[in-house]
């Protein structure tokens, strides 16, 4: 990523709670990237499996963490996947995908901004 590319995500929210103090924002960051990287393997297990319930409370489970770091490109991924019923399969996956792709992004870039923290 150069520096003209816009990053998947914006701390704003996060550096205001932490006012100014880099090492409280680098233990969120720490604790953003466990827990995403856990309900991550959750949502994709659960995809693989079909079982949309438990896909649609890990992507309940990690919506405040992705409203908090700015992570507005997922917005109707998330809504989608917590409100599954009665959606078809090959999109709820689709959905998964673009969950998946945008996290690794993010998951970089945070790799590469705070690289004590990852």
Not at 43 to 72: D, M, Q
Request: aromatic share 6%; glycine share 6%; with cysteine.
């Amino acid at each position: 990523m150069n520096n003209s590319e816009a990053k998947p995500y914006d701390l704003t929210e996060i550096k205001a709670m932490c006012d100014d103090n880099t090492a409280f924002l680098e233990k969120l960051v720490a604790v953003f990237v466990g827990t995403i990287n856990t309900e991550l393997v959750v949502v994709k297990e659960g995809a693989a499996a079909g079982n949309w319930e438990v896909v649609g409370k890990a992507a309940h489970k990690i919506k405040p963490s992705l409203i908090h770091f700015g992570i507005t490109s997922l917005k109707d991924v998330i809504l989608g996947l917590e409100h599954h019923q009665n959606s078809d399969p090959v999109h709820l996956k689709s959905l998964v995908a673009r969950l998946e792709e945008v996290m690794n992004d993010v998951l970089v870039n945070l790799k590469v901004e705070f690289p004590g923290a990852v």
